[in-house]
């Protein structure tokens, strides 16, 4: 069983910035890569950038050079800095164990992220 349960969003103005946190428990291992997702308004759902146990990352071409993402294995949490957001930025967004992303159930609630002037 995998729990997920993301924070950090909110409202903001373009240009400004928000660190998202997902704090993972139950059948989570180090070397597995996480990734963080988002769905917007009329859209499918986007892999935005993953990490991989060894800490090796990737990102959409959208968001490069302007999210970071990042984990501590300590913690258990895995994390999404956004800088210069942008309108298009506006979605859910969720956090995800790459393996499981086809199961349903490992889904959480997610975090909106709004970048609205």
């Known amino acids: 069983q995998v729990q997920l349960v993301e924070s950090g969003g909110g409202l903001v103005q373009p240009g400004e910035s928000l660190r998202l946190s997902c704090a993972a428990s139950g059948r989570i291992f180090s070397i597995d890569t996480m990734g963080w997702y988002r769905q917007a308004p009329g859209k499918q759902r986007e892999l935005v950038a993953s990490?991989?146990?060894?800490?090796?990352?990737n990102y959409v071409d959208s968001v490069k050079g302007r999210f970071t993402i990042s984990r501590d294995m300590a913690k258990n949490t895995v994390y999404l800095q956004m800088n210069s957001l942008k309108p298009e930025d506006t979605a859910v967004y969720y956090c995800n164990v790459a393996r499981l992303t086809t199961t349903a159930a490992s889904w959480g609630k997610g975090t909106l992220v709004t970048v609205s002037s």
């Open positions: 990490i991989t146990g060894g800490g090796r990352t």
